[in-house]
T-cell receptor, first 112, second 118 residues
């Protein structure tokens, strides 16, 4: 079993839709959770970072963490064609030197 | 802020030759840099952790004699793929952590280097 599971998609939605991206993780010791966006042939770009259960909002993006069920989500409101990219969830444990464990990434396509 | 520059962005080399990839933190100092490898439609696989002034720590299964990492300064780490073979063709991405950030904090990534070995 992978430490972080993420549906690779692809996921295709119409412009303006609400997008829900999800990851599950197996190790309850994971303490920190991040979402990265990666455009084709580019490095990942940090979108959201949180270390507690609950919601964190930043503009059109909301990150949600449920530590009891080991489930993390990213919601994108009013999706735009420019949101078309691969979204990677990542987790980390403090005592592992800050190494990030990534999910496989979900490929999102927002159609105009 | 927190820009990481990776060079070259794309390189083609012949089998048996060596290739060096540079990773620079442009506007911050990084005590720790990480090197990842990514295959098409796959996640990022951590290859090694590089700490300034000390030897890199390699992940299980990564050949340290093949993937030489040097982190000589707080703003530069290099990855050298020695005696490259076609199976080494991949997308290599570096990331850096700001020296003043706590151990677990978001990483800043370079834009990757696409290596093709013919």
């Amino acid at each position: 079993q992978k430490e972080v599971e993420q549906d690779p998609g692809p996921l295709s939605v119409p412009e303006g839709a609400i997008v829900s991206l999800n990851c599950t993780y197996s190790n309850s010791a994971f303490q920190y959770f991040m979402w990265y966006r990666q455009y084709s042939r580019k490095g990942p770009e940090l979108l959201m970072y949180t270390y507690s259960s609950g919601n964190k909002e930043d503009g059109r993006f909301t990150a949600q963490v449920d530590k009891s069920s080991k489930y993390i989500s990213l919601f994108i409101r009013d999706s735009q064609p420019s949101d078309s990219a691969t979204y990677l969830c990542a987790t980390a444990i403090y005592n592992q030197g800050g190494k990030l464990i990534f999910g496989q990434g979900t490929e999102l396509s927002v159609k105009p | 802020g927190a820009v990481v520059s990776q060079h070259p962005s794309w390189v083609i080399c012949k089998s048996g030759t060596s290739v060096k990839i540079e990773c620079r933190s442009l506007d911050f100092q990084a005590t720790t840099m990480f090197w990842y490898r990514q295959f098409p439609k796959q996640s990022l696989m951590l290859m090694a952790t590089s700490n300034e002034g000390s030897k890199a720590t390699y992940e299980q299964g990564v050949e340290k004699d093949k993937f030489l990492i040097n982190h000589a300064s707080l703003t530069l780490s290099t990855l050298t793929v020695t005696s490259a073979h076609p199976e080494d063709s991949s997308f290599y991405i570096c990331s850096a952590r700001h020296r003043d950030r706590e151990v677990v904090s978001p990483l800043h990534f370079g834009n990757g280097t696409r290596l093709t070995v013919t």
